[in-house]
């Protein structure tokens, strides 16, 4: 009779999650961290398997502004994703590594990436844990083992208490420094705090200009109409002003960087590089994945008049950019004041909270 009592206690303590705490040890709880999604917004597909935590997330955090993450200890994820510049890389067109490598693309701002599936400028990458360290081992970048970096971090005390509090033991490993760096990333927001987004709620009117702009960006470029479109909104529509898709823009008769096509191979995907979201586009010059454009009108003077139309596998969706206008005129056929007001409507897109909220700050 004592075996099967004793047996029926241990069957209660694999039933119940208080057999943890029957032989002493409490089950490891965290802080659930509520993303609070700007209006108009939808709702995004966040990782199941990652959830959201303070703890988490403020982890993340030191991991994210740590240089003790690269070889010297000379350089951090922030040295290149500058809150300040939409976390660009403080208007440089290529970031530089911890030996003076110079890096062959532009580095891309981080924010509303809850909302993106695949990573870097060719999508080589699935998932924001897997993006997180790859700069890391990157030759050309931190250029350091991600072991190596285990091991230090296991030294640091304020990373035994921090790993302890996301996960429940002070164990440090690639897996779990990805999943934090992944949460902070993820909590990294641009949206609801704009001029832009005021307008929409109602709360704060548009100038003559940004309302001239508004109608540009969304309007369809057609040669035969009096209004002229400038077509922005195919790729850069909706409340995220992007796409989510790869796509090649005419930037190149002969492409010197094949993006996409390099991960997967194809042909066809050759020329084709993530289209990147336009909130807070005044902060992230300079522009497109090789950094070529200085000024956003440098950029609108692209779509007007110089995109190539022999570009390989140009999207589709490019052909308003390269009809002819206007007798002979290629392109858009904007006029000068009309770029001004795409201009100051793109401008309308910025949100200084992504500089001045505290979460997204270095902790140091």
């Known amino acids: 009779m004592k075996w099967r009592i004793l047996f029926l206690i241990g069957v209660s303590c694999v039933a119940f999650t208080s057999c943890n705490e029957f032989w002493g040890k409490k089950p490891h709880v965290t802080t659930p961290y509520v993303l609070q999604i700007p209006n108009g917004f939808p709702q995004p597909d966040l990782p199941a398997d990652n959830p959201l935590s303070v703890e988490g997330i403020l982890l ?88 190596h970096v285990v091991e230090k971090l296991q030294r640091q005390p304020r990373y035994q208490g921090a790993f302890e509090a996301a996960f429940g033991d ?20 641009s949206g609801g705090e704009s001029k832009f987004d005021r307008f929409v709620a109602g709360t704060e009117t548009l100038t003559a ?23 922005c909104f195919h790729c850069h529509g909706g409340a995220l002003f992007t796409n989510h898709k790869f796509m090649n823009n005419g930037l190149d008769s002969n492409l ?27 902060y992230t010059a300079p522009y497109m994945h090789d950094g070529r454009f200085q000024t956003l009108e440098q950029v609108i003077e692209f779509y007007n008049s110089g995109v190539m139309d022999q570009s390989p596998n140009l999207d589709p969706s490019m052909i308003g950019f390269i009809q002819t206008q206007s007798g002979s005129q290629q392109g858009l ?5 009309q770029r001004q007001a795409l201009v100051a409507f793109l401008n309308t897109l910025t949100d200084t909270r992504i500089e001045t909220d505290t979460l997204y700050q270095n902790p140091f």
């Not at 200009?209 to 400038?230: D, H, I, V, Y």
């Not at 991960?263 to 979201?277: I, L, M, Q, R």
């Not at 056929?333 to 004041?337: A, D, I, K």
Request: proline share 6%; hydrophobic share 35%.
């Open 333 to 337: 056929n904007l006029s000068l004041s």
């Open 60 to 147: 993340g955090r030191q991991l994210f502004y740590d240089p003790i993450l690269s070889l010297d200890s000379s350089q951090s994820c922030g040295s290149c994703h500058s809150s300040a510049f939409g976390f660009t890389d403080n208007g440089q067109v290529y970031s530089t590594g911890v030996d003076g490598s110079v890096g062959d693309r532009n580095s891309m701002p981080l924010h509303n990436l809850a909302w993106h599936h695949h990573f870097f400028w060719d999508g080589r990458s699935p998932s924001l844990r897997e993006q997180a360290l790859e700069p890391i081992s990157n030759p050309i970048e931190m250029k350091e083992d991600v072991l």
């Open 170 to 189: 002070d164990e440090v490993t690639p897996d779990r420094m990805g999943l934090a760096l992944e949460q902070f990333m993820l909590a990294i927001l």
């Open 209 to 231: 200009e940004e309302q001239l702009g508004f109608q540009l960006f969304n309007g369809e470029s057609n040669p035969n109409s009096p209004t002229p479109g400038a077509d």
């Open 256 to 282: 010197t960087d094949i993006g996409l096509g390099g991960v997967t191979g194809a042909t066809a995907d050759h020329g084709k590089f993530k289209v990147p979201s336009l909130r807070n586009v005044a």
